[in-house]
Every structure is written in C-alpha cells, then in structure tokens.
C-alpha cells in the first residue's frame, strides 16, 4: 500500500473532498486523523473509514484557533507520535459578488479559513516533520488560485494566496525533507459547490467548454492526493497541480 502505516492528518474531512481524500488514504494503508469543526461530520467519515477496513479518529477542532490546533496535534503525536502527511483542506466559499459588494466580514472569514489557518497549521507541524526528516503538506487551493473568476475577490486572493505559500514552504523546508504541494480543484460536485455546480451555476459554462467536458468527481481529487502524498511524487516540490478538467487553460 502507498501509504501504509503513515499518520496523514485530513482538516475538513468531515464532508466533500476532506472526507473522499480520507477514505482514499486509508485504502492505502494511511492512519487517518479526521480534523473538523463538524464532529457529526469528522465521525461519520470515520465509520466511513472504517467500513473499508481503515483507521481514523475524529477531532472537533477550528482551524482558526491557534489553542484548538495546539491541542490537535498534541493528541496526534501522544497517540502516534509522528505526523507524516498533512492535508491543509478545510475551506469555505465567500459571498460571489464583486468587489465592492463584497463585506469585510466575508474578506476576513475567508482569508482566516483558506489562507491563515494553512500558515498556522503547516507552522505548527513542519518541525516535527523536520524532526523526523521527513513529511508532506498537501495543500487545496483552487483553479481560482490560479485565474480570476466569479468566486470572488476573497476567495481568489486567499487561494492564489495558497499557491504562493506552498513554493515558499516548499523553498524553505524541502532539504530539511519536508515536501510541499498543493492542488487545484475546479468546480467539484460536493455540498459546498451545490449552488453552482448546475446548469443554471455561473461555473457552468466554463466546465463544460473546458476540455474534460464535465463536473469534477471528489474522487478525481482524493486519488491525485494519494498519489501527491506517496513516495511516487517524490521529485514534485512546491508546485500547484490542477485537477479541474482543463478549464485553466482557455
């Protein structure tokens, strides 16, 4: 198994692409630590995890919280005592209107969420990875990390956001054995993109120009994280992989 017996913790793995990437990490041997705000959700997707024959535990947890990060991975590293994967997931979508309707509450809970929290989570982590020497930090950016669209100012700025922390993660930590990524999902058919991933969404017409054709599945990105998060990625630093059908490049 790719990732036998490697302690991969998921943030948001209570729903959507968190809880697809757990259930594909524990296919592949991973222990998994199901991070969320949702504990329903977290535990769910540990009898998920469990019902393929995986390991997981949930923890309650906000990613924004500096003590609730403090003590996840205390938790994590009594029990286990190493952290070899961390999937950065957990996000949230902003209000989808232009800028200068956009209000400044929405411009700080997305850029807490989507931006900050990966800085506060990969701080905490990467030196017990450089400890080991050795570790991979997957982060979920967008295709919005990479081209401006309707997602809106917040949403677009906390992404490319992701995209230039992980070259710059990956830039200080990669001789220490730290690896560093991240990914680029388009318009995936989970609950947080429902509103829009339909024929009357204003992503509609773009997904379906783009070359694949289609709505991204949860599982297009989940088996790309497995994949990411192995040793068959070794030689892949610092880069933003698009999983989104194409669509970046009209």
């Given at each position: ?9 998921v ?25 969320d ?7 769910q ?26 003590q ?21 979508t902003?209000?989808?209107v ?51 669209s ?22 200080e ?26 024929e009357e969404?204003?992503?509609?017409k ?26 068959d ?18």
């Open positions: 198994m790719k990732l036998d017996g490697k302690v991969c913790i943030t948001g793995g209570g729903s959507g692409l968190g809880q697809q990437m757990s259930i594909a990490i524990a296919k592949e041997g991973g222990i998994v630590v199901v991070a705000i949702n504990k329903l959700g977290a535990d997707t540990c009898e998920l995890v469990r019902d393929n024959g995986g390991q997981a535990i949930s923890i309650e947890m906000d990613i924004t919280n500096t003590a609730h990060i403090e996840m991975i205390e938790t994590v590293l009594d029990k286990y005592n190493r952290i070899d994967v961390l999937c950065n997931n957990a996000g949230i902003g209000e989808h232009v800028t200068h309707e956009v209000s400044e509450q929405s411009w700080d809970n997305v850029i807490n969420v989507n931006l900050k929290s990966i800085f506060l989570m990969s701080k905490r982590v990467i030196p017990q990875m450089v400890k080991q020497g050795k570790g991979v930090i997957i982060n979920t950016a967008s295709a919005s990390g990479l081209i401006a309707a997602a809106g100012i917040e949403y677009t700025a906390a992404k490319h956001g992701v995209v230039g922390m992980t070259k710059q993660l990956a830039y930590y990669g001789h220490q054995g730290v690896r560093v990524v991240a990914i680029a999902p388009g318009v995936i058919q989970t609950p947080l993109t429902k509103e829009y991933a339909n969404g204003y992503f509609h773009l997904t379906m120009d783009a070359p694949a054709g289609r709505y991204g599945k949860p599982t297009d990105v989940a088996n790309t994280v497995v994949f990411l998060a192995s040793e990625a070794d030689f892949i630093h610092g880069h933003t992989i698009p999983i989104e059908g194409g669509s970046t490049i009209l």
